[in-house]
């Protein structure tokens, strides 16, 4: 629930918003009830307020069927007091253990098909949930973020339970020494104040707040004054504001008033420095420079310099620490804060390598930063990429609340239109200008200390006025609006057009959509068992390297492009298929396609780039090698599907990974593609706004004809039987702070067949559901060991081989509650079956659930491109029967299935964490 280590924290907000590409529907502003004010409207954005303080910002969206509510509380860990360290955080997760009106807030969540979260952050917190678009979800909503606003039970049995969970999440950050060299770092650059402090808090002071004191805090800052409310989504906007005022304007205006947090950071008058050692297998360097605040009109430059810097792979950075090989990879951010903020930047550097010599380096570019002004091209590079995330935004009004949060804390929201303005006027002279003023040893704090005889000191100034610089501000047209799709299994049908191109399948399904966004999902599959036997890696590295050049493009001019073209591309393979995903807006899909095609049909597998991405790409193993979560669930897919060595479908150990991938030469992807690679039985699915000629003319004329010269096989899975008794292994992870608990089993069962159904109720009621499955209620509610646990359960579409697994992240001194508790609520479900009570709830939050699924257009593309890949074909009329199947369910098929298949005496069970150290604790207590 606390946002963890959020590498791009602002480029992952603004990630959630998007920008006008045509304009607004003609709409009448709606008749204000008693007591409300409009206060401004900006590109589709209507900000209103009530007599009570609570600003209200609405924003329709009729293109799918889905409303967002979320409630933004200006309270996060820059308010803390002493002692209060993590209050905010501790306070996020108390008022989802209910309210007057409320008393089991996740039972409703889950009842409503929601999808709910809770984040906390330096300058505030949020609460939000999407959901089916309904007068009767919305009105729920809103009643019970009204009622949680004000009369939440912040109980003192509830925190002696909770404060426990919060204690697992801040251990299982622990696990990461990234993260934690981050919070030195920070913790060092800050003397004074609270943006040095982790969200998540002290350890000690989580354990030890008083319940009264928790309770005023939350009574001081959970406000109408001080929270700002988004509706977002098919909304009708009058009615909606009489409903917000009828739940929220009853709530009187508090009497107190709230002091402004006055703490300023000194200016910094020397480099600082800082060491962490702890268990790991990759070296890190981390560096902070402290920096003017997201509203300072500095903040847009600064963003572009961090870009130059850091861009892959063509950032200064990039090049100076990667194609020298003396980093494995590099990234940096600068987040959107209310004070003063700070820019991160990180170089992970692989054991054996020089940490000195990579420091070095670092410090010369960032330090040679203003004195090397930025060319145009670079500028412009990174104001396209910047742009670009920008204007993506507003095609998801359901991701919209938790981007505005970032900038309400800011100091308000119409400050994204400033920074996307500043953006675009942002110059080579600005970007070299902030890089002087910044980007100063004596700002900097790193992990070494070096004298400086003479000082050169930044001073970064205040954070200006926000309602001043937006007052009277416009804004640009909103994004073009899309259709009310009607997103039922029918319908989806109806309006998809199937047909095939040479070898290639298509699934188009044209429909108008917001800013004219289109989804598009394209497989390849490849390959026999015999052929692909003993080649570990080469399907996933073959695919990774298909963007990194072709005969006329390089792998900077490919990244380019797309930037550009404001699309999000990815290329990936494993096993028997190469995978295309595509998101990008109607008139730059065919650029973007070209692109894509030109990298499927053309590569030239640089050899440079090849050994760039074995770096990367062992870094990224060798760091798996002490982390619980990574090791649990590798040994527990070794355990439960251990197939024979060389087998496509293996899965190697850690160590066999690394040595496998270090034994790969450039001449093995270039023979692999040359061997596997053609569309012969390719799969190509797109929805959204798009034109089908032109679409239809370039997968004909690049991969109509295409085909491998080794014909494809498809090599069904197999399931190999569970062992009569348990099969538990423990893994030891020195000093780490956080375990990994994983259970699974496999069950012969495809996803068509009769039992399936009663199968995924079960597990959906087990630990399906949002903090209200029965291993949650147990484990995380009730016990108050584990913040996160949970089940899932799939079943394949060809072969009948099904998969049970379940989680849970805890403190190892915990193993014996943790187990003793999960072992009891597996056998009761086994014994006693489930109610009709519960069956009810779930069946109805599992239906509304596939509805909001079936909204998201991405999941549309994705899913005919799997159901393409059946031999027989596969529809939608699948999952309306699947439905119906659900809805016909009793709790007697449910009770039954869950002792046929999910039976505890036949799970594999896997634990890693450091066991000894709790041990040794355990014996001294």
């Known amino acids: 629930m606390q946002k963890k280590f959020l590498f791009r924290i602002r480029l992952a907000a603004l990630a959630l918003l998007g920008l006008s590409a045509g304009p607004a529907l003609a709409q009448s502003s709606p008749a204000l009830p008693a007591g409300v004010t409009r206060v401004t409207s900006v590109e589709g954005i209507t900000e209103y307020q009530l007599r009570n303080g609570l600003r209200v910002l609405l924003f329709p969206d009729q293109s799918k069927p889905t409303m967002t509510v979320?409630?933004?509380?200006?309270?996060?860990?820059?308010?803390?007091?002493?002692?209060?360290?993590?209050?905010?955080?501790?306070?996020?997760?108390?008022?989802?253990?209910?309210?007057?009106?409320?008393?089991?807030?996740?039972?409703?969540?889950?009842?409503?098909?929601?999808?709910?979260?809770?984040?906390?952050?330096?300058?505030?917190?949020?609460?939000?949930?999407?959901?089916?678009?309904?007068?009767?979800?919305?009105?729920?909503?809103?009643?019970?973020?009204?009622?949680?606003?004000?009369?939440?039970?912040?109980?003192?049995?509830?925190?002696?339970?909770?404060f426990s969970v919060v204690r697992n999440e801040f251990e299982s950050g622990e696990n990461s020494p990234q993260r934690v060299l981050m919070e030195r770092v920070l913790s060092t650059a800050y003397l004074w104040h609270n943006y040095g402090k982790s969200t998540i808090g002290s350890k000690e002071d989580i354990e030890r707040v008083p319940i009264d004191n928790l309770k005023a805090f939350y009574q001081r800052f959970y406000q109408p004054d001080n929270a700002v409310l988004l509706v977002a989504g098919k909304v009708d906007e009058a009615k909606t504001l009489a409903l917000v005022n009828s739940y929220f304007g009853a709530i009187a205006k508090p009497t107190r008033v709230l002091q402004a947090t006055y703490t300023t950071e000194p200016v910094q008058d020397g480099e600082r420095q800082v060491t962490l050692r702890r268990t790991g297998d990759v070296q890190g360097i981390g560096m902070a420079y402290h920096t003017p605040s997201g509203a300072?009109?500095?903040?847009?430059?600064?963003?572009?310099?961090?870009?130059?810097?850091?861009?892959?792979?063509?950032?200064?950075?990039?090049?100076a620490l990667i194609e020298s090989k003396k980093a494995s990879s590099q990234w940096g951010f600068t987040p959107t804060l209310h004070d003063a903020g700070f820019a991160y930047l990180y170089a992970e550097v692989r054991q054996g390598r020089s940490l000195d010599s990579a420091r070095t380096v670092m410090l010369t570019t960032l330090d040679n930063a203003a004195a090397q002004a930025p060319t145009a091209q670079e500028v412009e590079r990174a104001k396209t990429k910047l742009l670009k995330e920008v204007e993506l935004l507003f095609q998801k009004s359901d991701q919209v609340g938790l981007a505005m949060s970032e900038y309400m804390a800011t100091g308000d929201w119409r400050l994204v239109y400033l920074y996307r303005d500043r953006l675009r006027a942002v110059t080579p002279a600005d970007v070299q200008r902030v890089a002087a003023a910044y980007l100063k040893p004596s700002n900097r704090t790193v992990g070494l200390f070096m004298p400086d005889a003479k000082p050169d000191r930044a001073t970064v100034p205040a954070a200006p006025d926000a309602a001043l610089q937006v007052r009277g501000y416009k804004g640009e047209a909103a994004v073009a609006a899309g259709e009310a799709f009607d997103a039922t299994p029918a319908n989806i049908d109806a309006r998809t057009k199937r047909s095939q191109e040479g070898g290639v399948k298509l699934a188009l399904l044209p429909k108008q959509t917001r800013g004219n966004a289109v989804s598009l999902q394209m497989r390849l599959r490849y390959g026999d068992e015999a052929s692909l036997t003993n080649k570990p890696g080469l399907a996933d590295l073959t695919a990774a390297m298909l963007e990194r050049g072709t005969k006329t493009r390089s792998y900077s001019q490919i990244r380019d492009a797309f930037d550009k073209a404001k699309a999000q591309v990815r290329i990936y393979g494993s096993g028997q298929t190469a995978n295309v995903t595509v998101q990008a807006s109607k008139e730059n899909l065919p650029a973007v396609l070209a692109v894509v095609l030109d990298c499927l049909r053309n590569p030239t597998f640089p050899a440079d780039e090849f050994e760039k991405l074995k770096q990367e790409r062992l870094a990224g193993l060798e760091s798996q090698k002490q982390d619980p979560q990574g090791l649990a669930f590798n040994l527990a897919q070794r355990l439960t599907e251990p197939y024979p060595k060389g087998h496509?479908?293996?899965?190697?150990?850690?160590?066999?990974?690394?040595?496998?991938?270090?034994?790969?030469?450039?001449?093995?992807?270039?023979?692999?593609?040359?061997?596997?690679?053609?569309?012969?039985?390719?799969?190509?699915?797109?929805?959204?706004?798009?034109?089908?000629?032109?679409?239809?003319?370039?997968?004909?004329?690049?991969?109509?004809?295409?085909?491998?010269?080794?014909?494809?096989?498809?090599?069904?899975?197999?399931?190999?039987?569970?062992?009569?008794?348990?099969?538990?292994?423990?893994?030891?992870?020195?000093?780490?702070?956080?375990?990994?608990?994983?259970?699974?089993?496999?069950?012969?069962?495809?996803?068509?067949?009769?039992?399936?159904?009663?199968?995924?109720?079960?597990?959906?009621?087990?630990?399906?559901?949002?903090?209200?499955?029965?291993?949650?209620?147990?484990?995380?509610?009730?016990?108050?060991?584990?913040?996160?646990?949970?089940?899932?359960?799939?079943?394949?579409?060809?072969?009948?081989?099904?998969?049970?697994?379940?989680?849970?992240?805890?403190?190892?001194?915990?193993?014996?509650?943790?187990?003793?508790?999960?072992?009891?609520?597996?056998?009761?479900?086994?014994?006693?079956?489930?109610?009709?009570e519960e069956l009810k709830a779930a069946k109805s939050a599992a239906l509304q659930s596939f509805q909001v699924t079936r909204s998201q257009d991405e999941a549309l593309a994705r899913k005919w491109s799997q159901y393409l890949t059946k031999a027989e074909g596969r529809?939608?009329?699948?999952?309306?029967?699947?439905?119906?199947?659900?809805?016909?369910?009793?709790?007697?098929?449910?009770?039954?299935?869950?002792?046929?298949?999910?039976?505890?005496?036949?799970?594999?069970?896997?634990?890693?964490?450091?066991?000894?150290?709790?041990?040794a604790v355990q014996q001294v207590k």
Do not use: C
């Not at 979260?117 to 089916?132: Q, S, V």
């Not at 847009?300 to 892959?312: G, K």
């Not at 496998?660 to 190509?684: I, S, W």
């Not at 709790?891 to 709790?918: P, W």
């Open 875 to 919: 529809t939608f009329t699948y999952d309306a029967e699947l439905e119906q199947r659900i809805g016909a369910l009793t709790a007697e098929q449910v009770s039954a299935a869950a002792k046929k298949y999910l039976d505890y005496s036949q799970m594999t069970i896997v634990k890693a964490g450091d066991f000894e150290k709790a041990a």
């Open 70 to 162: 979320n409630i933004t509380y200006l309270v996060g860990s820059r308010h803390e007091g002493y002692g209060e360290s993590g209050m905010a955080h501790l306070l996020e997760h108390m008022v989802f253990k209910g309210s007057t009106k409320h008393p089991n807030v996740p039972q409703e969540l889950t009842e409503h098909g929601a999808r709910p979260n809770g984040t906390t952050w330096y300058d505030r917190t949020n609460y939000f949930e999407t959901f089916a678009a309904t007068d009767e979800n919305l009105k729920w909503a809103l009643d019970l973020e009204s009622d949680r606003m004000v009369n939440s039970f912040i109980k003192k049995e509830d925190l002696a339970s909770e």
């Open 648 to 836: 496509p479908f293996e899965t190697l150990t850690y160590d066999d990974e690394i040595a496998a991938l270090k034994a790969l030469k450039v001449e093995d992807v270039r023979n692999f593609y040359k061997t596997f690679y053609g569309a012969q039985t390719a799969t190509l699915a797109v929805v959204g706004a798009f034109d089908e000629a032109a679409l239809r003319k370039s997968v004909k004329s690049q991969l109509g004809s295409w085909k491998a010269s080794k014909a494809y096989v498809r090599i069904p899975l197999r399931r190999f039987e569970n062992t009569a008794t348990i099969k538990a292994q423990a893994i030891q992870t020195n000093d780490k702070a956080n375990a990994m608990f994983i259970s699974g089993l496999r069950m012969p069962l495809r996803d068509d067949a009769p039992d399936y159904p009663a199968v995924y109720m079960a597990n959906y009621i087990l630990g399906g559901g949002f903090l209200n499955s029965r291993l949650a209620t147990r484990i995380r509610q009730k016990e108050g060991v584990s913040y996160g646990v949970g089940s899932f359960v799939s079943a394949d579409d060809n072969d009948p081989v099904g998969n049970f697994t379940s989680y849970a992240i805890y403190n190892p001194e915990n193993s014996a509650r943790l187990e003793k508790a999960y072992r009891e609520e597996m056998e009761r479900l086994s014994k006693d079956g489930v109610t009709a």
């Open 296 to 319: 300072h009109p500095d903040y847009a430059a600064m963003d572009v310099l961090l870009d130059v810097l850091t861009n892959e792979p063509s950032g200064r950075l990039y090049k």
